[in-house]
């Protein structure tokens, strides 16, 4: 007789029964590679086939088993041929419909038939019904044994993939338990019991085997212990490998800059205003780490118009200072322009070179720019991402100053301090990196996606700002807008009107704008307007933006091009047209452009009916709102921590079971844990990230 193999966790699932290589393949699209990622691979949701339901008492929504007998059934075309049958239990009517069936299907569901269904209940105004609903006809003796049918626990849902069933993921997860013995708890004792967290074979057998009579209310609300003790585990993991990351970006070799600050110190004579507190204490959080052996890595985050470009330059003037070179991305090519013009007014008079590294350079200047990169005489290069392309060579890059960071994710920051690394004979150099963002993130999220950075906060804005009043009017009150844009360019002040498409295509927006333009013209007569759009040459936009600042144009209509690098504190009015099609931080962005001098300002948000729930949510946020932490907090509400972090695009982030917005609260604890972790129980570090995260490898070693 061969003794079948000895299957432990560690042992691939093709050692189960019935995992051959197709389904082997497939299981591996779900990262499950052995028999133990099979018991941390969740159930999304649970099915309750334990109970009859009494069809009388359902809700809408509800997935639900039921027992009843055919009242009626029949053929009927509305839109399309369908079968309809009415089935009673007593305590009310369910419909059930089939769109696809057979003449067989159709015979047997005569008058008086018993039958067991199981689906989804939808309530109308006129009936409950099941859309193709899972059912069986009762045999007699199926009828006399009220347990038939019934399953013993509540039936877990897997994540599938395509070519992979639920009952086989069903099957394997069960497989798996039986091997949950021989699972270690990663967590060391003491959290487990600091934290009040079950058991993990407790937990685990209890998501994948739920007991009958478990509240399938709180497992759906993931309030259920045994799923706490999981998202708990997942976001330690996340955390401990972010952790991990940062402790190795500190081995790492940088450049300690010791300087005097003699660069920046002539700035801040040449600036018309003093810093505010905000802006010098995280000018000196920056300086501390820029004289660190190794590369700082820095997150800044500061509300639209809270000054971190100033801020941003003190950390290039320390680092040009020291001899090193600093490179500047910006997300587009319009705020690279803005960097690239504040920059050079504030560097020449030092005596310092700025270049723009633009893909609109024609083939002499971007010669001309990649030399002066190359050979050393540019100290500040900026430019948007092209500016880590293979043609651009710098002679000593120390900084990389990254601009509205919330564009990045961590393989996009770890890949960029990659490429500016200097390899000498002995080691690898690499540059210090400083990232700022827009994008408030609420602090405990701040330090949970971003925890393989340091971060600072500028929580003030420059003084004499008044709030900007923000109103919400429907596109049917246009004229009475138009008029009020008169009467704000008639007291000397001017407006931004700002056009939006939904329409990819520079070509299209620009044709809104001017068609915009024309109208508002005709309506405003006595007014002048500028346009400007992405279609048009940068001259022509700086020109057009020039006129406009000097106060020669009255209104500016322009598409969302404007959204950064705009400053026009005599611009006191902006209307936004179909605001509802704008994401919040845009819109809190773009209405930044305002609000910047000492005159009231305002913000009127026109929308096209009808509008979404959650366009409404999002543009009254924004009326009730000026603060950006706010704003930001609202946005992770009504879209999810994903979209707000780009997380879509670039894989990260992504759980199991876990969900930032809502296990929020735990993650205070999580931080707590991973400390302790780090500090007294660094042994199952490794293979705690391992379990949760299986490209884990892969940050670190970008
Ligand atoms: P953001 O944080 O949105 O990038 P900016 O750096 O563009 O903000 O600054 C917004 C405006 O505020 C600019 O016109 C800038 O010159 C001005 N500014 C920056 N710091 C101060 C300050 N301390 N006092 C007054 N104005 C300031
Ligand atoms: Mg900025």
């Given at each position: 007789m061969v003794t079948p193999p000895l299957i432990?966790?560690?042992?691939?699932?093709?050692?189960?029964?019935?995992?051959g290589p197709k389904m082997a393949e497939n299981l591996e699209k779900l990262d499950i590679e052995k028999v133990q990622d099979l018991l941390f691979h969740l159930p999304l949701r649970y099915q309750d086939r334990t109970q009859f339901y009494e069809i009388g008492a359902v809700s809408h929504g509800q997935e639900v088993m039921v027992i009843g007998e055919v009242e009626h059934s029949e053929i009927v075309y509305r839109g399309r041929r369908m079968m309809i049958c009415t089935i009673s239990d007593g305590t009310g009517l369910l419909t059930l419909r089939f769109f696809h069936f057979s003449n067989a299907q159709q015979k047997a569901l005569t008058r008086g038939t018993k039958v067991r269904c199981f689906g989804e209940v939808r309530i109308g105004k006129t009936s409950r019904e099941m859309v193709h609903p899972e059912y069986k006809i009762l045999t007699n003796s199926d009828s006399q044994n009220t347990q038939s049918g019934l399953a013993k626990a509540l039936t877990p849902i897997y994540p599938a993939t395509k070519g992979l069933q639920q009952r086989s993921l069903l099957r394997l997860a069960q497989a798996a338990l039986s091997h949950l013995n021989g699972l270690e708890d990663l967590i060391p004792q003491q959290i487990v019991a600091d934290n009040h967290l079950y058991d993990l074979n407790h937990a685990l057998q209890a998501l994948h085997q739920p007991v009958a009579g478990v509240s399938v209310a709180q497992l759906l609300a993931r309030n259920h212990p045994a799923q706490q003790r999981l998202i708990f585990e997942e976001l330690l993991a996340h955390q401990l490998s972010l952790r991990k990351l940062r402790e190795q970006q500190k081995q790492a070799n940088g450049i300690p800059f010791n300087t005097k600050s003699t660069y920046f110190n002539r700035l801040k004579d040449n600036l018309p205003f003093d810093l505010t507190n905000a802006q010098n204490r995280v000018i000196e959080e920056i300086d501390e780490d820029l004289q660190q052996t190794w590369p700082m890595s820095r997150l800044v985050q500061g509300d639209v118009g809270s000054g971190k470009t100033l801020v941003a330059a003190a950390a290039a003037l320390t680092a040009i200072e020291a001899g090193y070179q600093v490179a500047l991305m910006a997300p587009t090519e319009i705020l690279s322009e803005q960097h690239f013009k504040n920059f050079t007014d504030w560097l020449s008079p030092l005596g310092l070179n700025v270049t723009l590294l633009s893909g609109k350079l024609k083939v002499a200047e971007k010669r001309e720019a990649l030399a002066a990169t190359e050979n050393g005489t540019s100290h500040l290069i900026i430019g948007t991402h092209a500016l880590f392309q293979n043609d651009v060579n710098f002679q000593r890059l120390g900084l990389i100053i990254v601009d509205e960071q919330h564009r990045f994710g961590v393989h996009q920051r770890l890949s960029l301090r990659e490429k500016g690394k200097t390899q000498t004979q002995q080691e690898d150099i690499y540059p210090h990196q400083l990232v700022m963002t827009a994008t408030p993130i609420p602090r405990t999220l701040a330090m949970t996606t971003y925890a393989d950075m340091d971060y600072s906060v500028i929580d003030e804005l420059p003084p004499g700002r008044t709030p900007i009043k923000t109103v919400v009017i429907s596109n049917s009150r246009r004229d009475e807008i138009v008029q009020r844009i008169d009467v704000v360019c008639n007291e000397g002040a001017q407006v931004y009107w700002v056009c939006t498409l939904i329409e990819e295509s520079e070509t299209l927006q620009a044709q809104n704008a001017e068609e915009t333009t024309e109208l508002l013209q005709q309506a405003l007569p006595d007014l002048k307007i500028g346009l400007v759009h992405g279609r048009m040459k940068s001259a022509e936009k700086e020109a057009i933006m020039a006129e406009f600042k000097s106060g020669k144009l009255h209104l500016l209509v322009a598409t969302t091009v404007i959204e950064v690098g705009v400053d026009v504190p005599n611009a006191t009015l902006m209307i936004i047209e179909?605001?509802?099609?704008?994401g919040l931080a845009q819109l809190h962005q773009l209405r930044g452009r305002v609000g910047r001098g000492s005159k009231a300002s305002s913000c009127v948000l026109m929308y096209q009916t009808p509008l979404s729930d959650n366009a409404r949510k999002r543009l009254e946020a924004l009326r009730n709102s000026n603060d950006g932490f706010e704003i930001a907090r609202i946005d992770l509400e009504i879209r999810g921590p994903g979209e707000v972090f780009g997380t879509r695009q670039?894989?990260?982030?992504?759980?199991r079971i876990a969900n930032l917005m809502e296990d929020q609260m735990l993650l205070p604890k999580v931080q707590q844990a991973a400390k302790q972790m780090l500090e007294?129980?660094?042994?199952?570090i490794e293979s705690l990230i391992e379990r949760w995260i299986k490209h884990a490898e892969d940050y670190a070693s970008v």
């Open positions: 432990s966790l560690f042992s691939p699932v093709t050692e189960l029964k019935g995992v179909n605001a509802e099609r704008l670039t894989g990260e982030l992504q759980f007294q129980y660094p042994e199952n």
